[in-house]
Structures are given as C-alpha cells and as structure tokens.
C-alpha cells in the first residue's frame, strides 16, 4: 500500500498519538519505503538474539533493535538481512551499526541504521525481547506500528493504513 510519511503526519497528527523518529538513521537495503507491527530487541554488542528472531516466519513485521548506539561493531550484515527477507520481515530498524552495505542495498528489505563499522558483533546470546525501548525520541513497543520512507519514521499505537 503507498504511503508517505508526511501524508500520514499532515493527515493523523493532532488526532492520533504519533511519534516522529529524530532523523538520526541512514537508509540500507534494497526498499526505501516500508512499513508493519513493530518486534522489539534490545541487544549491545551480540547479535544471537536477531539471528534467532529473523529467523522466524512472519507477515509484514519490522523489527526494531536497540542496540545502544554502540560504534564498535555491526549488528546486522547481508547475511541476516538475507534472512530476514526470506522470512517475511519488511524492515530493520538498528540503533547502532551494519557492515556489508554494498550487500544490503540489494536486498528487498528496509533498513535504517546509524552507520557502517566493518568488526561483527559478539556471539554471546544476551538480550531482551518484546521489551520497552527507547530511542531518537520515540518509545518502541512490540505491535505498534512502523512506517518509514525517505523522510522519516512514524510510529504508532494504532494502524495507520
């Protein structure tokens, strides 16, 4: 379904509770435009837990990591990006880095993301998931809604479109 996210701001904000995402995140992945409930990580530095997730079926979902805005190391790659395509997510958002950005940009999925860094993350297994999290100005819970496209992100507790 088309959408723009100032379509959605001009036409629902003032009577809808809607958040509007600090334009923090530079685009990844081969879709700019993207939208769907909201799957919630909180993670630093280890991406077991996205691994796991991604590697679950589901129908339009976008997946929101909190990743501490840590610079040290990526916590998504093409490989997972791959994965999360195949299994139906429509988007990744990551607080925190990818590497692969060549790769990402041909897959048919949505990412944002802080920056690149080349080191992958740590294989440890720590995590939260479905939890509250908080960033860029914007409380993230699982099943709100996502959209994002080359302008912002807004999310919302009710389903726009």
């Not at 334009?23 to 530095?45: D, N, Q, Y």
């Not at 991604?54 to 339009?60: C, K, M, N, T």
């Not at 805005?69 to 999360?84: I, P, Q």
Request: aromatic fraction near 8%; glycine fraction near 10%.
């Amino acid at each position: 379904m088309e959408f723009t996210t100032a379509d959605l701001c001009d036409q629902f904000h003032g009577t809808h509770p809607l958040q509007i995402v600090e334009p923090l995140f530079r685009p990844f992945g081969a879709v700019s435009r993207f939208h769907g409930r909201i799957t919630t990580l909180k993670v630093f530095e280890d991406s077991v837990l996205i691994r796991e997730t991604l590697a679950q079926e589901v129908d339009g979902r976008v997946l929101v990591i909190d990743g501490g805005a840590s610079h040290r190391c990526a916590l998504l790659g093409g490989n997972l990006a791959r994965l999360a395509a195949d299994n139906g997510w429509q988007g990744i958002i990551v607080y925190g880095c990818v590497r692969d950005s060549v790769e990402l940009g041909t897959v048919p999925i949505g990412i944002r993301a802080l920056h690149t860094h080349p080191l992958d993350s740590h294989k440890r297994g720590g995590g939260d998931r479905d939890c509250l999290i908080t960033f860029a100005s914007v409380n993230f819970r699982t099943d709100h809604y996502l959209y994002a496209d080359e302008d912002g992100i807004v999310v919302s507790e009710e389903k726009l479109i």
